[in-house]
């Protein structure tokens, strides 16, 4: 590390002076995860811009003139922490973390610090486990080891799809029969131990509202997404997806009410989306999931799906 490097909070910078990081965080995300964080990047731009992002800035060069080698950010969502990013310009990374883990230091310390925060939560997919692992572990983190998974829309062994006329094309009508059915999908799975607005409908309708209306996780992409409505109204299930790059698709949703599993609802959900995408030039989809969600896992590997890249998501509860 440089020997004027410093760390500054993210507010006293202008988004023109972290330019060169987020270009090269762009570059980095197209590149090893097939995603176009750009859409994500102009909201933090505007944050920044507005000065209400809380972070820090890693620098070398003068106290006049700061060069920024890296930063990180959280946002609070009630007495919640999330860890929303952490980026090290490729070169200023000494190769053993420590630029990294140094910025992560400062985001946990501030939060562990925070008067009424009970929770926090970071998913970083762009580090490998072994990376962060310490620095959460010695801060009483706990890790849970999650996959992104790709499957190539191109490839043979890829399953074709079928269109079905069984599935409801997504609408926002939808949206609190769905908030009912993520609730019933995830109590007592380890999911909900990872995100905890899967234990209420307020927190799903939350999640719900952030998958389908901000650019976080892609552009909502409705053609694709679809329910299955149960024989007695409400939705029995649901698969969400998002563009993440002009002709990749992410998956940031799918689930089954507990009474109409292993019927082959999810694979029918997922064979429509599949056909959908396909058939309007999408190459790839993606998606994340939890090691041992061993039924997901399962249905992903049947369809095609294989691991691009292993990560932890960390939590720490007060
Ligand atoms: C994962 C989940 C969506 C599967 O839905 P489902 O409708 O029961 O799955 P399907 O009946 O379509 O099964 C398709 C394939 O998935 C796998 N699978 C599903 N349930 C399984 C189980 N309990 N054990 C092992 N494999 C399973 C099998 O490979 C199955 O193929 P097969 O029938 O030829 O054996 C459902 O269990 C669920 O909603 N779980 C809670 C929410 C969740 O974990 N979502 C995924 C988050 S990433």
Redo the contacts with the bound molecule.
Sequence with gaps: MAMMAEVLDLRQFRPAQLEPLLAAEAEEWLRELHWDYRTSLDLIRQYIGARVLPGYVLTAGTPREPRAQGYCFFVYEAQKGLIGDLFIHPASRGGQQAEERLLLQHMIETLQATPGLRRIEAQLMSYRPAELAGCFSRRSFQAFRRLFLLLDLRSPSSSAGAADRGIERWHAGLAEAAAELIQQ??EG???SLINDQYRSQAGSMRFLHNVVHFPGCGDFDAASSGVIRAPGGGIA?MLLASRVQADVAH?T??????G???????????QHALHNLRSRGFRAVT????AA???????????GFTTLREFDAYVWEA
Aim: glycine share 6%; aromatic share 8%; charged share 15%.
């Design positions: 999908a995830y799975h380890i999911d299930a998956v949703q799918v689930c089954v009410a507990p109409g599993r292993q019927r082959g609802l999810a694979r029918r959900l997922f998606l994340t999931v939890t969600n061993a039924p997901a896992v399962a249905l992903y590997r049947q369809l």
